[in-house]
Protein backbone atom coordinates (compact mmCIF):
# COMPACT_ATOMS: atom_id res chain seq x y z
CA UNK A 1 0.00 0.00 0.00
CA UNK A 2 2.74 2.34 0.92
CA UNK A 3 4.22 1.32 -2.62
CA UNK A 4 0.71 2.33 -4.42
CA UNK A 5 0.84 5.76 -2.63
CA UNK A 6 4.01 7.03 -3.59
CA UNK A 7 3.25 5.91 -7.38
CA UNK A 8 0.10 7.77 -7.13
CA UNK A 9 2.07 11.34 -5.65
CA UNK A 10 4.43 11.36 -8.42
CA UNK A 11 1.61 10.59 -11.12
CA UNK A 12 0.54 14.60 -12.61
CA UNK A 13 -3.05 15.75 -12.35
CA UNK A 14 -2.78 16.83 -15.62
CA UNK A 15 -4.75 14.29 -17.64
CA UNK A 16 -7.48 14.44 -14.86
CA UNK A 17 -8.40 17.91 -15.18
CA UNK A 18 -7.78 17.07 -18.72
CA UNK A 19 -10.89 14.80 -18.49
CA UNK A 20 -12.77 16.76 -16.43
CA UNK A 21 -12.23 19.51 -18.46
CA UNK A 22 -13.64 18.31 -21.99
CA UNK A 23 -16.42 16.43 -20.09
CA UNK A 24 -17.71 19.36 -18.56
CA UNK A 25 -17.34 21.49 -22.27
CA UNK A 26 -19.25 18.21 -23.93
CA UNK A 27 -22.10 18.22 -21.76
CA UNK A 28 -21.95 22.35 -22.06
CA UNK A 29 -23.55 22.17 -25.52
CA UNK A 30 -27.23 22.01 -25.65
CA UNK A 31 -27.62 18.91 -27.51
CA UNK A 32 -25.32 16.75 -25.53
CA UNK A 33 -26.89 18.32 -21.79
CA UNK A 34 -29.68 17.28 -23.48
CA UNK A 35 -29.13 13.67 -23.97
CA UNK A 36 -26.97 13.51 -21.08
CA UNK A 37 -30.44 14.78 -18.82
CA UNK A 38 -32.51 12.41 -20.41
CA UNK A 39 -30.38 9.22 -19.13
CA UNK A 40 -30.00 10.57 -15.84
CA UNK A 41 -33.84 10.66 -15.55
CA UNK A 42 -33.91 7.32 -17.28
CA UNK A 43 -31.21 6.15 -14.63
CA UNK A 44 -33.42 7.74 -11.97
CA UNK A 45 -36.71 6.85 -12.50
CA UNK A 46 -37.86 10.08 -13.15
CA UNK A 47 -41.22 10.31 -14.91
CA UNK A 48 -42.71 13.28 -16.26
CA UNK A 49 -46.31 13.38 -16.10
CA UNK A 50 -47.69 14.95 -19.89
CA UNK A 51 -51.08 16.55 -18.26
CA UNK A 52 -48.72 18.41 -15.46
CA UNK A 53 -46.12 19.72 -17.83
CA UNK A 54 -48.94 21.12 -20.41
CA UNK A 55 -51.27 22.86 -17.42
CA UNK A 56 -49.10 22.82 -14.36
CA UNK A 57 -45.56 23.39 -14.42
CA UNK A 58 -44.24 20.54 -11.43
CA UNK A 59 -41.26 19.57 -10.88
CA UNK A 60 -41.29 15.51 -12.23
CA UNK A 61 -41.87 12.94 -9.22
CA UNK A 62 -39.43 10.48 -8.16
CA UNK A 63 -41.04 6.86 -8.04
CA UNK A 64 -40.95 5.68 -4.58
CA UNK A 65 -39.58 2.23 -5.51
CA UNK A 66 -36.42 3.71 -6.51
CA UNK A 67 -36.33 6.67 -3.70
CA UNK A 68 -33.31 4.40 -2.36
CA UNK A 69 -31.47 4.80 -5.02
CA UNK A 70 -27.78 7.41 -4.83
CA UNK A 71 -25.77 8.81 -7.65
CA UNK A 72 -22.41 8.41 -7.90
CA UNK A 73 -20.61 10.27 -10.30
CA UNK A 74 -23.19 12.24 -11.60
CA UNK A 75 -23.33 8.72 -14.25
CA UNK A 76 -23.90 5.61 -12.37
CA UNK A 77 -26.39 4.50 -10.24
CA UNK A 78 -25.65 2.42 -6.93
CA UNK A 79 -28.70 -0.05 -5.00
CA UNK A 80 -28.09 -0.05 -1.31
CA UNK A 81 -27.13 -3.92 -1.79
CA UNK A 82 -24.79 -2.48 -3.71
CA UNK A 83 -23.44 0.27 -1.92
CA UNK A 84 -23.12 -2.31 1.24
CA UNK A 85 -20.82 -4.93 -0.58
CA UNK A 86 -18.69 -1.61 -2.29
CA UNK A 87 -18.08 -0.41 1.43
CA UNK A 88 -17.50 -3.68 2.85
CA UNK A 89 -13.76 -4.68 3.76
CA UNK A 90 -14.37 -8.21 3.33
CA UNK A 91 -12.49 -8.51 0.16
CA UNK A 92 -9.11 -10.21 0.09
CA UNK A 93 -5.88 -7.95 0.58
CA UNK A 94 -5.39 -7.67 -3.65
CA UNK A 95 -8.91 -6.51 -3.97
CA UNK A 96 -8.84 -2.64 -5.08
CA UNK A 97 -11.45 -0.14 -4.09
CA UNK A 98 -12.36 3.49 -6.39
CA UNK A 99 -14.07 6.48 -5.30
CA UNK A 100 -15.09 8.09 -8.30
CA UNK A 101 -15.58 10.88 -6.16
CA UNK A 102 -11.70 11.43 -5.47
CA UNK A 103 -9.63 12.98 -8.24
CA UNK A 104 -6.53 10.64 -7.45
CA UNK A 105 -9.04 7.70 -8.66
CA UNK A 106 -8.60 8.89 -12.22
CA UNK A 107 -4.19 8.21 -11.91
CA UNK A 108 -5.39 4.94 -9.94
CA UNK A 109 -6.74 3.55 -13.30
CA UNK A 110 -4.54 4.41 -15.67
CA UNK A 111 -1.67 2.90 -13.95
CA UNK A 112 -3.81 -0.27 -14.41
CA UNK A 113 -3.46 -0.34 -18.21
CA UNK A 114 -0.39 -1.39 -19.93
CA UNK A 115 1.09 2.09 -20.61
CA UNK A 116 0.54 3.24 -16.88
CA UNK A 117 3.87 3.66 -14.83
CA UNK A 118 3.08 0.77 -12.75
CA UNK A 119 3.35 -1.61 -15.40
CA UNK A 120 6.61 0.09 -16.71
CA UNK A 121 8.09 -0.10 -13.58
CA UNK A 122 7.38 -3.62 -13.32
CA UNK A 123 8.81 -4.33 -16.77
CA UNK A 124 12.04 -2.24 -15.33
CA UNK A 125 11.90 -4.52 -12.64
CA UNK A 126 11.59 -8.04 -14.56
CA UNK A 127 14.53 -6.78 -16.83
CA UNK A 128 16.74 -6.00 -13.73
CA UNK A 129 16.50 -9.66 -12.16
CA UNK A 130 16.65 -11.66 -15.73
CA UNK A 131 20.26 -9.50 -16.29
CA UNK A 132 22.85 -12.29 -16.09
CA UNK A 133 20.42 -14.83 -16.83
CA UNK A 134 20.14 -16.16 -20.36
CA UNK A 135 17.93 -19.38 -21.45
CA UNK A 136 19.48 -22.67 -23.81
CA UNK A 137 17.19 -24.71 -25.67
CA UNK A 138 18.54 -28.84 -25.27
CA UNK A 139 21.43 -28.61 -27.47
CA UNK A 140 22.50 -25.63 -25.27
CA UNK A 141 22.20 -22.61 -27.88
CA UNK A 142 20.87 -19.46 -26.47
CA UNK A 143 17.87 -18.32 -26.63
CA UNK A 144 17.00 -14.43 -27.51
CA UNK A 145 14.85 -13.16 -24.90
CA UNK A 146 12.14 -11.45 -26.79
CA UNK A 147 11.12 -9.52 -23.50
CA UNK A 148 13.91 -7.10 -23.95
CA UNK A 149 13.22 -4.07 -25.23
CA UNK A 150 16.18 -3.49 -26.58
CA UNK A 151 17.22 -6.33 -28.33
CA UNK A 152 14.56 -5.40 -31.47
CA UNK A 153 14.75 -6.65 -35.02
CA UNK A 154 15.52 -4.61 -37.93
CA UNK A 155 12.13 -5.28 -39.86
CA UNK A 156 10.29 -4.16 -36.69
CA UNK A 157 12.12 -0.72 -36.29
CA UNK A 158 11.92 -0.31 -39.62
CA UNK A 159 8.28 1.74 -39.81
CA UNK A 160 9.29 3.17 -36.83
CA UNK A 161 11.89 5.15 -37.94
CA UNK A 162 10.17 5.69 -41.19
CA UNK A 163 7.58 7.47 -38.56
CA UNK A 164 10.09 9.16 -36.75
CA UNK A 165 11.53 10.66 -40.23
CA UNK A 166 8.41 11.88 -41.25
CA UNK A 167 7.47 13.31 -38.06
CA UNK A 168 11.05 15.18 -38.15
CA UNK A 169 10.23 16.44 -41.53
CA UNK A 170 6.76 18.01 -40.64
CA UNK A 171 8.24 19.91 -37.68
CA UNK A 172 11.26 20.87 -39.55
CA UNK A 173 8.81 22.50 -42.30
CA UNK A 174 6.34 24.23 -39.68
CA UNK A 175 9.76 25.33 -38.00
CA UNK A 176 10.34 26.90 -41.74
CA UNK A 177 7.48 28.65 -41.86
CA UNK A 178 7.15 29.95 -38.06
CA UNK A 179 10.47 31.35 -38.83
CA UNK A 180 9.51 32.90 -41.83
CA UNK A 181 6.03 34.35 -40.39
CA UNK A 182 8.40 35.91 -37.47
CA UNK A 183 10.47 37.48 -40.31
CA UNK A 184 7.99 39.06 -42.24
CA UNK A 185 6.43 40.28 -38.96
CA UNK A 186 9.44 41.97 -37.42
CA UNK A 187 9.76 43.70 -40.94
CA UNK A 188 6.65 44.78 -40.91
CA UNK A 189 7.31 46.55 -37.40
CA UNK A 190 10.26 47.79 -39.08
CA UNK A 191 8.37 49.30 -42.02
CA UNK A 192 5.81 50.55 -39.37
CA UNK A 193 7.90 51.93 -37.04
CA UNK A 194 9.65 53.92 -40.26
CA UNK A 195 6.76 55.08 -42.26
CA UNK A 196 5.07 56.37 -38.99
CA UNK A 197 6.99 59.10 -39.01
CA UNK A 198 6.54 60.55 -42.10
CA UNK A 199 3.13 62.37 -43.60
CA UNK A 200 0.47 60.95 -45.38
CA UNK A 201 0.89 62.15 -48.65
CA UNK A 202 4.50 60.67 -48.27
CA UNK A 203 3.65 57.46 -46.68
CA UNK A 204 1.75 57.09 -49.76
CA UNK A 205 4.02 57.58 -52.19
CA UNK A 206 6.05 54.59 -51.02
CA UNK A 207 3.62 51.97 -49.69
CA UNK A 208 0.47 53.12 -51.34
CA UNK A 209 -3.07 53.51 -49.70
CA UNK A 210 -3.61 50.46 -47.60
CA UNK A 211 -6.56 48.97 -48.52
CA UNK A 212 -10.05 49.57 -46.90
CA UNK A 213 -9.45 53.35 -47.95
CA UNK A 214 -12.05 55.89 -49.48
CA UNK A 215 -10.26 57.37 -52.21
CA UNK A 216 -10.66 59.82 -55.08
CA UNK A 217 -10.12 59.55 -58.19
CA UNK A 218 -9.39 62.26 -61.06
CA UNK A 219 -9.84 60.81 -64.66
CA UNK A 220 -9.62 62.38 -67.66
CA UNK A 221 -11.02 62.86 -71.37
CA UNK A 222 -14.28 60.83 -69.95
CA UNK A 223 -17.39 61.14 -71.99
CA UNK A 224 -19.97 63.65 -70.70
CA UNK A 225 -22.92 60.78 -72.08
CA UNK A 226 -21.22 58.53 -68.99
CA UNK A 227 -22.44 60.88 -66.43
CA UNK A 228 -25.83 61.56 -67.87
CA UNK A 229 -26.35 57.52 -68.60
CA UNK A 230 -25.00 56.19 -65.46
CA UNK A 231 -26.92 55.35 -62.48
CA UNK A 232 -25.02 56.38 -58.91
CA UNK A 233 -26.35 52.98 -57.74
CA UNK A 234 -24.56 51.04 -60.00
CA UNK A 235 -20.93 50.08 -58.98
CA UNK A 236 -18.16 51.01 -61.88
CA UNK A 237 -15.19 48.39 -61.91
CA UNK A 238 -12.06 50.60 -62.46
CA UNK A 239 -9.19 48.99 -64.04
CA UNK A 240 -6.20 49.49 -65.56
CA UNK A 241 -4.67 48.48 -69.35
CA UNK A 242 -1.42 47.54 -71.22
CA UNK A 243 -0.03 48.46 -74.06
CA UNK A 244 -0.06 44.92 -75.06
CA UNK A 245 -3.79 44.49 -74.26
CA UNK A 246 -4.79 47.54 -76.18
CA UNK A 247 -3.67 46.40 -79.46
CA UNK A 248 -6.82 44.79 -81.75
CA UNK A 249 -5.11 43.76 -84.58
CA UNK A 250 -4.73 40.49 -82.99
CA UNK A 251 -7.04 37.38 -84.12
CA UNK A 252 -8.58 34.93 -81.72
CA UNK A 253 -9.27 31.28 -82.72
CA UNK A 254 -12.23 29.88 -80.36
CA UNK A 255 -13.88 26.41 -79.96
CA UNK A 256 -17.80 27.38 -80.68
CA UNK A 257 -20.77 25.75 -80.54
CA UNK A 258 -24.40 27.43 -81.53
CA UNK A 259 -26.63 26.63 -78.39
CA UNK A 260 -29.40 24.25 -78.79
CA UNK A 261 -32.36 26.81 -78.10
CA UNK A 262 -31.13 29.01 -80.81
CA UNK A 263 -33.72 28.71 -84.13
CA UNK A 264 -31.55 29.57 -86.78
CA UNK A 265 -27.77 28.98 -87.44
CA UNK A 266 -24.99 31.61 -87.72
CA UNK A 267 -23.64 32.86 -90.92
CA UNK A 268 -19.67 33.41 -91.46
CA UNK A 269 -19.42 37.38 -91.38
CA UNK A 270 -22.85 38.53 -90.05
CA UNK A 271 -21.85 40.78 -86.68
CA UNK A 272 -22.02 39.21 -83.56
CA UNK A 273 -21.81 40.33 -80.17
CA UNK A 274 -19.23 38.41 -78.24
CA UNK A 275 -19.19 38.83 -74.56
CA UNK A 276 -15.31 37.57 -73.53
CA UNK A 277 -13.32 38.22 -70.05
CA UNK A 278 -13.99 41.99 -69.00
CA UNK A 279 -15.23 42.88 -72.42
CA UNK A 280 -18.12 42.97 -74.58
CA UNK A 281 -17.93 43.88 -78.07
CA UNK A 282 -18.94 43.28 -81.72
CA UNK A 283 -17.16 41.49 -84.45
CA UNK A 284 -17.25 39.89 -87.42
CA UNK A 285 -16.60 36.35 -87.05
CA UNK A 286 -15.14 33.93 -89.62
CA UNK A 287 -16.41 30.20 -88.90
CA UNK A 288 -13.83 27.29 -90.30
CA UNK A 289 -13.36 23.55 -88.98
CA UNK A 290 -9.66 21.62 -88.82
CA UNK A 291 -9.70 18.70 -90.75
CA UNK A 292 -7.02 15.83 -89.97
CA UNK A 293 -4.57 17.58 -91.97
CA UNK A 294 -4.34 20.78 -90.03
CA UNK A 295 -6.01 22.44 -92.61
CA UNK A 296 -8.90 25.37 -91.53
CA UNK A 297 -11.53 25.08 -94.41
CA UNK A 298 -14.11 27.89 -94.00
CA UNK A 299 -17.79 27.14 -92.88
CA UNK A 300 -20.57 29.30 -94.34
CA UNK A 301 -23.28 28.38 -91.49
CA UNK A 302 -22.19 26.89 -88.17
CA UNK A 303 -23.06 23.06 -87.81
CA UNK A 304 -26.42 22.71 -86.12
CA UNK A 305 -25.19 19.92 -83.55
CA UNK A 306 -21.55 19.82 -83.19
CA UNK A 307 -18.49 22.12 -82.39
CA UNK A 308 -16.56 24.27 -84.78
CA UNK A 309 -13.73 27.27 -84.72
CA UNK A 310 -13.91 30.53 -84.92
CA UNK A 311 -11.74 33.41 -85.62
CA UNK A 312 -12.38 37.44 -85.16
CA UNK A 313 -10.55 40.27 -84.39
CA UNK A 314 -10.02 41.44 -80.68
CA UNK A 315 -7.51 42.10 -78.06
CA UNK A 316 -5.25 40.11 -76.60
CA UNK A 317 -7.06 37.63 -74.06
CA UNK A 318 -6.14 34.60 -72.16
CA UNK A 319 -6.52 31.05 -73.65
CA UNK A 320 -9.03 29.40 -71.75
CA UNK A 321 -11.56 31.96 -71.26
CA UNK A 322 -15.29 31.21 -72.06
CA UNK A 323 -16.77 33.33 -73.95
CA UNK A 324 -20.96 33.84 -74.80
CA UNK A 325 -22.20 35.09 -78.38
CA UNK A 326 -25.39 37.35 -78.77
CA UNK A 327 -27.15 38.59 -82.36
CA UNK A 328 -28.66 41.99 -80.52
CA UNK A 329 -28.82 43.06 -76.75
CA UNK A 330 -32.54 44.07 -76.89
CA UNK A 331 -35.20 41.80 -77.28
CA UNK A 332 -36.89 43.97 -79.54
CA UNK A 333 -34.39 43.26 -82.54
CA UNK A 334 -34.81 39.75 -81.85
CA UNK A 335 -37.32 37.69 -80.47
CA UNK A 336 -36.44 33.73 -79.04
CA UNK A 337 -33.50 32.37 -77.03
CA UNK A 338 -31.46 35.47 -77.39
CA UNK A 339 -27.59 33.25 -76.54
CA UNK A 340 -26.75 32.46 -80.11
CA UNK A 341 -23.53 30.82 -79.24
CA UNK A 342 -20.94 29.66 -76.48
CA UNK A 343 -17.35 28.32 -76.41
CA UNK A 344 -14.01 28.93 -75.31
CA UNK A 345 -10.96 30.94 -76.15
CA UNK A 346 -8.01 28.79 -77.70
CA UNK A 347 -5.22 31.04 -79.12
CA UNK A 348 -4.04 35.08 -79.96
CA UNK A 349 -2.03 35.03 -83.26
CA UNK A 350 -1.38 37.97 -85.53
CA UNK A 351 -1.70 35.73 -89.14
CA UNK A 352 -4.68 33.95 -90.32
CA UNK A 353 -4.53 30.45 -92.37
CA UNK A 354 -8.14 30.02 -92.75
CA UNK A 355 -8.68 28.31 -96.20
CA UNK A 356 -11.56 27.84 -98.93
CA UNK A 357 -12.10 25.75 -101.71
CA UNK A 358 -12.29 27.40 -104.81
CA UNK A 359 -12.67 25.56 -108.83
CA UNK A 360 -11.55 27.55 -111.52
CA UNK A 361 -13.04 26.31 -114.97
CA UNK A 362 -11.49 27.13 -118.93
CA UNK A 363 -12.46 25.71 -122.36
CA UNK A 364 -9.74 24.21 -124.86
CA UNK A 365 -9.24 26.92 -128.12
CA UNK A 366 -6.58 25.26 -129.94
CA UNK A 367 -5.31 21.33 -129.20
CA UNK A 368 -1.94 19.58 -130.93
CA UNK A 369 -1.89 16.26 -129.77
CA UNK A 370 -1.66 15.77 -125.95
CA UNK A 371 -0.68 19.53 -125.50
CA UNK A 372 -4.22 21.95 -125.45
CA UNK A 373 -4.49 26.44 -125.16
CA UNK A 374 -6.62 26.75 -122.00
CA UNK A 375 -8.86 30.18 -121.98
CA UNK A 376 -11.10 31.78 -119.70
CA UNK A 377 -9.55 30.22 -116.54
CA UNK A 378 -7.44 33.33 -115.59
CA UNK A 379 -7.57 37.21 -116.60
CA UNK A 380 -4.25 38.13 -116.19
CA UNK A 381 -0.45 36.74 -116.91
CA UNK A 382 0.07 37.09 -113.19
CA UNK A 383 -2.47 34.89 -111.86
CA UNK A 384 -1.14 32.14 -114.21
CA UNK A 385 2.31 32.58 -112.50
CA UNK A 386 1.09 31.78 -109.48
CA UNK A 387 -0.63 28.63 -110.65
CA UNK A 388 1.96 27.18 -112.72
CA UNK A 389 2.71 23.56 -112.86
CA UNK A 390 -0.62 23.28 -110.77
CA UNK A 391 -2.93 19.95 -111.73
CA UNK A 392 -5.96 19.92 -114.06
CA UNK A 393 -8.37 17.73 -114.68
CA UNK A 394 -10.95 17.37 -117.51
CA UNK A 395 -15.00 16.70 -116.68
CA UNK A 396 -14.22 13.63 -118.61
CA UNK A 397 -11.46 12.63 -116.10
CA UNK A 398 -8.39 13.19 -118.22
CA UNK A 399 -5.50 14.88 -115.69
CA UNK A 400 -3.07 17.20 -117.22
CA UNK A 401 -1.16 20.39 -115.79
CA UNK A 402 -0.33 23.87 -116.13
CA UNK A 403 3.02 24.93 -118.39
CA UNK A 404 3.33 28.57 -119.13
CA UNK A 405 1.71 32.11 -119.74
CA UNK A 406 1.21 32.69 -123.67
CA UNK A 407 -1.22 36.05 -123.87
CA UNK A 408 -1.79 39.03 -121.31
CA UNK A 409 -5.07 37.83 -121.35
CA UNK A 410 -4.73 34.92 -119.14
CA UNK A 411 -4.24 32.01 -122.00
CA UNK A 412 -2.08 29.08 -120.91
CA UNK A 413 -0.63 26.31 -122.20
CA UNK A 414 -1.04 23.17 -120.52
CA UNK A 415 -0.36 19.10 -121.11
CA UNK A 416 -2.75 16.27 -120.84
CA UNK A 417 -2.11 12.57 -120.42
CA UNK A 418 -4.25 12.27 -123.38
CA UNK A 419 -5.86 14.14 -126.16
CA UNK A 420 -9.12 16.23 -125.35
CA UNK A 421 -11.49 17.36 -127.26
CA UNK A 422 -12.61 21.15 -127.98
CA UNK A 423 -16.24 20.22 -125.86
CA UNK A 424 -14.37 19.09 -122.70
CA UNK A 425 -14.57 21.58 -120.00
CA UNK A 426 -11.45 22.16 -117.80
CA UNK A 427 -11.36 22.50 -114.38
CA UNK A 428 -8.58 23.38 -111.53
CA UNK A 429 -9.30 22.60 -108.21
CA UNK A 430 -7.00 25.44 -105.46
CA UNK A 431 -7.50 26.61 -101.88
CA UNK A 432 -7.70 30.20 -101.40
CA UNK A 433 -7.32 31.58 -98.26
CA UNK A 434 -9.93 33.95 -96.30
CA UNK A 435 -9.83 37.58 -95.04
CA UNK A 436 -11.11 38.10 -91.47
CA UNK A 437 -12.06 41.40 -91.86
CA UNK A 438 -10.53 43.77 -88.86
CA UNK A 439 -13.46 44.71 -86.85
CA UNK A 440 -13.61 45.54 -83.41
CA UNK A 441 -16.68 47.56 -81.67
CA UNK A 442 -17.02 47.63 -77.93
CA UNK A 443 -20.10 47.66 -76.46
CA UNK A 444 -21.00 51.32 -75.50
CA UNK A 445 -24.35 50.90 -73.67
CA UNK A 446 -23.01 53.14 -70.82
CA UNK A 447 -22.71 55.88 -73.00
CA UNK A 448 -25.72 55.09 -74.77
CA UNK A 449 -28.90 53.45 -73.50
CA UNK A 450 -29.90 52.87 -77.01
CA UNK A 451 -26.70 51.49 -78.28
CA UNK A 452 -27.17 49.72 -81.65
CA UNK A 453 -23.91 48.41 -83.40
CA UNK A 454 -23.71 46.89 -86.82
CA UNK A 455 -26.64 45.34 -88.56
CA UNK A 456 -26.91 42.49 -90.78
CA UNK A 457 -27.01 42.22 -94.20
CA UNK A 458 -30.80 40.27 -93.95
CA UNK A 459 -31.83 43.46 -91.48
CA UNK A 460 -30.65 46.10 -93.86
CA UNK A 461 -32.71 44.35 -96.73
CA UNK A 462 -35.90 44.18 -94.47
CA UNK A 463 -35.90 47.94 -93.26
CA UNK A 464 -35.03 49.31 -96.97
CA UNK A 465 -37.25 46.72 -98.83
CA UNK A 466 -34.86 45.67 -100.90
CA UNK A 467 -34.96 41.80 -102.21
CA UNK A 468 -32.43 39.72 -102.76
CA UNK A 469 -30.64 39.70 -105.97
CA UNK A 470 -30.74 36.61 -107.65
CA UNK A 471 -27.77 36.00 -110.57
CA UNK A 472 -28.80 34.11 -113.91
CA UNK A 473 -26.15 32.17 -113.85
CA UNK A 474 -27.60 30.56 -110.10
CA UNK A 475 -31.10 29.73 -111.21
CA UNK A 476 -31.80 26.29 -112.94
CA UNK A 477 -32.59 26.18 -116.16
CA UNK A 478 -34.04 23.51 -118.27
CA UNK A 479 -31.39 21.76 -120.38
CA UNK A 480 -31.88 21.16 -124.13
CA UNK A 481 -29.34 18.29 -125.34
CA UNK A 482 -29.05 18.17 -128.83
CA UNK A 483 -29.44 14.48 -130.42
CA UNK A 484 -26.15 13.81 -132.73
CA UNK A 485 -26.45 12.97 -135.74
CA UNK A 486 -23.43 10.62 -137.25
CA UNK A 487 -22.41 10.68 -140.56
CA UNK A 488 -23.57 6.88 -142.30
CA UNK A 489 -20.68 4.47 -142.05
CA UNK A 490 -18.43 3.91 -145.42
CA UNK A 491 -16.71 0.72 -145.82
CA UNK A 492 -14.09 0.57 -148.79
CA UNK A 493 -14.96 -1.76 -151.35
CA UNK A 494 -11.55 -3.58 -151.05
CA UNK A 495 -12.42 -4.06 -147.52
CA UNK A 496 -15.97 -4.95 -147.99
CA UNK A 497 -14.67 -8.31 -150.36
CA UNK A 498 -12.75 -9.79 -147.64
CA UNK A 499 -15.85 -9.54 -144.80
CA UNK A 500 -17.68 -12.42 -144.19
CA UNK A 501 -21.07 -12.60 -145.30
CA UNK A 502 -22.03 -12.36 -142.19
CA UNK A 503 -20.54 -8.87 -141.69
CA UNK A 504 -21.23 -7.21 -145.02
CA UNK A 505 -23.67 -4.64 -144.77
CA UNK A 506 -26.78 -5.70 -146.86
CA UNK A 507 -28.29 -3.38 -149.17
CA UNK A 508 -31.90 -3.37 -150.29
CA UNK A 509 -32.59 -4.22 -154.20
CA UNK A 510 -35.66 -1.56 -155.03
CA UNK A 511 -38.17 -3.40 -157.99
CA UNK A 512 -39.27 -0.99 -160.71
CA UNK A 513 -42.47 -2.77 -160.79
CA UNK A 514 -43.19 -2.56 -157.37
CA UNK A 515 -42.52 1.86 -157.34
CA UNK A 516 -44.46 2.47 -160.52
CA UNK A 517 -47.65 0.62 -158.68
CA UNK A 518 -50.22 2.98 -156.98
CA UNK A 519 -53.59 2.13 -155.81
CA UNK A 520 -56.56 2.75 -157.74
CA UNK A 521 -59.36 5.89 -156.99
CA UNK A 522 -62.39 4.10 -155.36
CA UNK A 523 -66.25 6.12 -155.91
CA UNK A 524 -68.67 4.51 -154.11
CA UNK A 525 -71.99 4.85 -154.66
CA UNK A 526 -74.90 6.34 -153.09
CA UNK A 527 -76.18 3.64 -150.98
CA UNK A 528 -72.40 2.49 -150.35
CA UNK A 529 -71.76 5.82 -149.02
CA UNK A 530 -74.60 5.44 -146.47
CA UNK A 531 -73.73 1.97 -145.43
CA UNK A 532 -69.86 3.03 -144.78
CA UNK A 533 -72.03 6.23 -142.88
CA UNK A 534 -73.81 4.25 -140.56
CA UNK A 535 -70.41 1.68 -139.80
CA UNK A 536 -68.66 4.95 -139.29
CA UNK A 537 -71.70 5.99 -136.76
CA UNK A 538 -71.86 2.51 -135.22
CA UNK A 539 -67.58 2.87 -134.46
CA UNK A 540 -67.85 6.07 -133.01
CA UNK A 541 -70.82 5.15 -130.64
CA UNK A 542 -68.87 1.82 -129.49
CA UNK A 543 -65.90 3.91 -128.94
CA UNK A 544 -67.55 6.58 -126.88
CA UNK A 545 -69.18 3.57 -124.77
CA UNK A 546 -65.91 1.96 -124.70
CA UNK A 547 -64.66 5.07 -122.94
CA UNK A 548 -67.02 5.71 -120.77
CA UNK A 549 -67.04 1.94 -119.33
CA UNK A 550 -63.09 2.70 -118.95
CA UNK A 551 -63.84 5.91 -116.73
CA UNK A 552 -66.55 4.11 -114.46
CA UNK A 553 -63.86 1.12 -114.05
CA UNK A 554 -61.48 3.49 -113.00
CA UNK A 555 -63.71 5.24 -110.55
CA UNK A 556 -64.92 1.86 -108.80
CA UNK A 557 -61.43 0.85 -108.67
CA UNK A 558 -60.00 3.66 -106.85
CA UNK A 559 -63.26 3.83 -104.30
CA UNK A 560 -62.66 -0.06 -103.64
CA UNK A 561 -59.06 0.84 -103.40
CA UNK A 562 -59.68 3.71 -100.97
CA UNK A 563 -61.58 0.92 -98.70
CA UNK A 564 -59.44 -1.76 -98.83
CA UNK A 565 -56.88 1.29 -97.75
CA UNK A 566 -58.95 1.43 -95.07
CA UNK A 567 -59.73 -2.44 -93.86
CA UNK A 568 -55.66 -2.39 -94.01
CA UNK A 569 -55.05 0.20 -92.30
CA UNK A 570 -57.44 -1.57 -89.25
CA UNK A 571 -55.77 -4.80 -89.60
CA UNK A 572 -52.42 -3.40 -89.23
CA UNK A 573 -53.66 -1.34 -85.97
CA UNK A 574 -54.79 -4.50 -83.85
CA UNK A 575 -51.87 -6.78 -85.00
CA UNK A 576 -49.93 -3.79 -83.71
CA UNK A 577 -52.15 -3.71 -80.71
CA UNK A 578 -52.16 -7.32 -80.36
CA UNK A 579 -48.54 -7.73 -80.23
CA UNK A 580 -48.31 -4.59 -77.61
CA UNK A 581 -50.46 -7.01 -75.26
CA UNK A 582 -48.55 -9.79 -75.77
CA UNK A 583 -45.28 -8.16 -74.90
CA UNK A 584 -46.95 -6.47 -72.08
CA UNK A 585 -48.24 -10.03 -70.75
CA UNK A 586 -44.60 -11.27 -71.21
CA UNK A 587 -42.79 -8.56 -69.36
CA UNK A 588 -45.46 -9.22 -66.28
CA UNK A 589 -44.68 -12.75 -66.56
CA UNK A 590 -41.04 -12.28 -66.61
CA UNK A 591 -41.04 -9.37 -63.48
CA UNK A 592 -43.03 -11.88 -61.58
CA UNK A 593 -40.92 -14.63 -62.44
CA UNK A 594 -37.49 -12.70 -61.26
CA UNK A 595 -38.99 -11.38 -57.98
CA UNK A 596 -40.31 -15.17 -57.13
CA UNK A 597 -36.31 -15.95 -57.58
CA UNK A 598 -35.17 -13.33 -55.60
Known amino acids: DESENSDNSEISNDSTEVLKDGFQKLISTPSWAKMYQNYLDHRLGRHANLQELIYAKKEPVLLQKQTNLDLLGDLFIVNAKRKQIANDNSFSRNSVHFDFTDESTYD ?6 VTGRK ?11 RKG ?23 ESEPETAKNDTLKKQQTQSDYFKELQQQTEQQDLINRGEFDQLDTLQSVKYIGYPPGTYIRILIQSIPCEFLTTTQPNTPVIVGSLTAQELDTSRYIHARVKQHRWHKRVLKTRDPIIVSLGWRRFQTLPVYYIEEHNKRKRMLKYTPEHSHCCAVFNAPVT ?12 TASTQTGFRISMTGVALENTQ ?6 KLKLTGTPFKIYKNTAFIKGMFNSALEVAKFERSTLQTVSGIRGIIKRNVSKNGCFRASFEDKILMSD ?18 VCNHLDREWNGMKTVGELRKEMNISVPVANDSLYQKIERITPKFAPLKIPRKLEKELPFKSKPKRAVRSKGLASFRKPAVILEPQEQKVMQMFQQLKAAHNDHLRKRKVERKRKFEVSEKSRKKVELKRLQS ?8 YVKVGKKQARSKKRNN
Open 108 to 113: ELKNLF
Open 119 to 129: RVKFRDEQAEH
Open 133 to 155: FTELDVEGNEIPNLLDNTEISDS
Open 318 to 329: HPGIGLLALQAL
Open 351 to 356: AVDVVK
Open 425 to 442: IVYLRVWHEVDVPLFYNP
Open 575 to 582: IKQRRRDF
